[in-house]
């Protein structure tokens, strides 16, 4: 095993230092900020509202969107500004992982917008903006069930790291690194998982433990940034 | 909601009092806030605040090839990102015309004031130079995106180092940095953007100032060696539909040179 | 989780029942409030197996039985009986399209309103017109409005300032008191509807401006305890400032 100690010298299992902090952006009905170390995500929340073009709307549900970018200067090699097909992707996982928490339902022909901007990124992108998106939610005051939570997981050689460095990601000795982000509604349910690298069965069903655990963690941390809100009351 | 009657007629009743609805005079610019460092990986960045409005701006280095007519020198490419985070009105797809045209400003306002010395960004001439891309991102908009814009454009050039060079590849090395500073010359632009409602002329309005106005000068100032006597006037952008009379635009001419004296004063980095 | 109980003495101008309340807890959604069969989930909160649970953001409030929560964030949902302030957007063939920051369409038809309507509809009310209005009938999400009755029809004059309709109900006060208090101490006019819109009237500029200030600062400290006696406060340290 080749790597036994962690390049920024973390315990295997623990986060780089999280920061989260909600009502960043004065404009939006909600909003949030989530800092896994040098990553930084914010996310504001607008609606429920009216949905125009009218074919777009759902007599059933609200349509969930979500919109993730990156700032062109949050990557030490510029990111030409406008959507990718990254991008684009991420912002459909992520309203994956949003979705099932959501009263849906309740807020029929309308629209909920979700903006998640990285203003800094060393991986874990998109898990630091679905923390920040989900305490945007329920500071939007939006009917859910509960909150999400997300973490990285890695395979490094043959360890099993929480939160993933980008120095990480680029590990290449021995098997190399594998990447896995990972999510969860507060009940345990998994409503994020994606997956790059190679990995064997059960070392996959230990990341998913660990992931899980890792994300009771982070779930404080969130419930502690929306209560925070009542100091300020 | 869009701006009602009622309230644009009262803007115009509390203006002809010499008064706002946030208990400003028509001159005053409400706090402004400068924050250095706020991307790690930017040559460069910062977070301005004129009051609520927020933006976030960073300068990035790489090497490109220069423009035919200019082979030594430098390029700069200014992007503006009405992010649809900052408010209702902005929807995600390509930049709006908004978008485009706040870029341009900021864009001539830093070019005409010569505050970016060019010729000291040639690598080898008519093969490599350093493009500078500077990139602005409303956080949240309520009001004056343009002098919160360029005011972030210029103090994140200001505070931007060269990155690192790898002469052997030619390439800049991504995310590591010197200690050297962009070469920039003392002549930083200030730009004051002065909106006109009735026949009022008032700075830095709140979104629904701004939506109550019907024209707006934007004027860029620079003073090349750092003296008041060298004041010159860079780049101006009338906009929306309103007109302006003569004595109006001097008026306004006067008070640009006035303005950014002060807003000079005013800015502090933090 | 154990719940606090104390008994708060009202202010005499407040009702005479007292109340047993709970220290309001901020709560996030999913986490349980109360737990027991005899409580009953009210408003933002849901059933699940023992305990009462958060569906919302806001404060945990707990009256009797009744376990609600008090949001303090979100959009305005409408309920029929409201009485909101709105923005003419457009004027159709038969009525006028009301814009009231609320996530449904509301529309004002001709047969609500009061007076006897010839000719073009737009001298009567035009875009960018404010209105108050009550909410009539919500149908399928769209929401139906009425301008007849006491107290509603065109604004004029004075300004719109925007407040989160969950804010409402402090702005306004058990039975009014605390608008009442900054009309009497301002001077001015004041219609807050609820959908968060305020419409405010002032003789001078400056009572304008106070109440604003006034209405801000309770917006900002809604739920804390004694909030009356700080607005009050509030209005004698701006006699004093002059």
Redesign the interface.
């Known amino acids: 095993m080749t790597y036994t100690k962690r390049l920024d010298g973390r315990k295997f299992d623990e986060t780089r230092e999280i920061e989260a902090k909600v009502g960043v952006v004065k404009n939006a009905d909600g909003s949030a900020l989530f800092r896994f170390g040098d990553t930084i995500a914010i996310a504001a929340v607008y609606g429920p509202k009216a949905l125009h073009p009218q074919h777009l709307r759902d007599p059933e549900r609200c349509v969930l969107r979500c919109n993730y970018d990156m700032l062109s200067f949050s990557v030490a090699e510029r990111k030409k500004p406008g959507p990718t097909r990254r991008s684009q992707e991420i912002s459909k996982v992520t309203e994956w992982a949003l979705s099932p928490v959501i009263d849906l339902e309740n807020y029929s022909n309308t629209v909920i917008d979700v903006h998640i901007t990285v203003l800094q990124a060393n991986a874990s992108t998109r898990c630091a903006g679905i923390n920040a998106a989900a305490m945007a939610l329920a500071n939007a005051g939006v009917s859910m069930k509960e909150l999400v939570s997300s973490v990285s997981i890695g395979k490094i050689d043959r360890k099993k790291v929480v939160d993933l460095s980008k120095e990480e990601e680029d590990y290449e000795e021995g098997e190399g690194a594998t990447d896995i982000p990972l999510g969860f509604t507060k009940s345990g349910d998994i409503c994020l998982m994606q997956l790059d690298g190679k990995i064997r069965a059960e070392e996959l069903k230990e990341v998913i433990r660990t992931g899980k655990k890792a994300c009771k963690e982070i779930y404080e941390i969130q419930k502690k940034a929306l209560e925070a809100v009542g100091e300020e009351i | ?11 115009r009743e ?1 203006l002809a ?1 010499g ?1 706002r ?1 946030d ?1 400003r005079k028509p001159l005053d610019f409400r706090k402004i806030e400068i924050e250095t460092g ?6 460069g ?1 910062v977070r301005v605040k004129i009051g ?1 409005t927020e933006v ?1 701006a ?3 280095l ?1 090497v490109t090839e220069p423009y035919p007519d200019s082979e030594d020198e430098g390029t700069l490419i200014t ?1 503006v ?1 009405l ?6 009105k902005y929807e ?1 797809g ?2 709006r015309i908004e978008a485009i045209e706040l870029a341009r400003i900021v864009d001539r306002g830093i070019r005409e004031s010569g505050l970016i010395d060019f010729s000291k960004l040639c690598i080898e001439k008519g093969e490599k130079v350093y493009g500078v ?1 500077v ?1 602005i ?1 409303s ?4 009001g004056n995106l343009i002098d919160a814009s360029c005011l972030a454009a210029v103090s994140a050039l200001q505070i931007a180092r060269m990155p690192k060079y790898d002469a052997k590849k030619e390439k800049v090395k ?2 590591e940095f010197t200690s050297e500073t962009l070469p920039l010359t003392k002549a930083a632009p200030i730009t004051v953007t002065f909106y006109k409602i009735g026949n009022k002329i008032l700075v830095d309005p709140t979104e629904e100032e701004d939506e109550a106005s019907d024209g707006r000068v934007s004027i860029a100032l620079s003073k090349k060696t750092g003296k008041k006597e060298d004041i010159l006037i860079n780049a101006v952008q009338k906009g929306k539909t309103g007109t302006f009379k003569e004595e109006e635009l001097f008026k306004i001419i006067d008070l640009a040179v006035e303005k950014a004296e002060e807003l000079e004063e005013a800015i502090k980095i933090k | 989780m154990s719940v606090d109980k104390k008994t708060v003495k009202q202010k005499s101008e407040e009702t005479e029942t007292e109340k047993i309340e709970v220290k309001r807890k901020i709560t996030i959604p999913g986490e349980k409030i109360v737990s027991g069969r005899d409580f009953l989930p009210g408003e933002g909160t849901i059933r699940e197996g023992e305990d009462i649970v958060a569906r919302r953001f806001g404060l945990a409030d707990i009256s009797g039985r009744l376990v609600k929560i008090i949001p303090l964030s979100g959009t305005y949902i409408p309920r029929t009986g409201n009485i909101v302030i709105g923005r003419v957007e457009d004027v159709t063939f038969n009525g006028w399209i009301i814009d009231l920051k609320a996530p449904y369409s509301s529309f004002l038809s001709l047969s609500e309103c009061s007076r006897y309507i010839k000719g073009d509809l737009t001298e009567y009310y035009n875009i960018g017109d404010i209105l108050v209005c009550k909410v009539f009938s919500i149908r399928n999400k769209s929401i139906d409005l009425t301008i007849k009755g006491r107290g509603l029809g065109k604004l004029e004059r004075g300004q719109i300032i925007y407040i989160n309709s969950n804010k409402v109900p402090r702005v306004i006060g058990r039975e009014g008191s605390m608008i009442r208090i900054i009309k009497q101490e301002t001077g001015c006019e004041i219609t807050v509807g609820q959908n968060g819109v305020v419409w405010i009237l002032g003789n001078k500029i400056e009572d304008e401006l106070r109440a604003k200030e006034a209405i801000s600062f309770i917006v900002s400290k809604s739920y804390i305890e004694g909030l009356t006696d700080k607005v009050q406060d509030f209005f004698k340290n701006k006699k004093e400032e002059k």
Do not use: C, Q, W
């Open positions: 909601m869009k701006i009602s009657n009622l309230t644009k007629d009262r803007i509390f009092e008064k609805f208990g706020v991307s790690k990986f930017a040559e960045s609520d976030v960073g300068v990035k790489d992007t990102e992010l649809p985070l900052s408010s209702p995600p390509p930049p891309f990139d991102y956080i949240n908009d309520a991504h995310g």
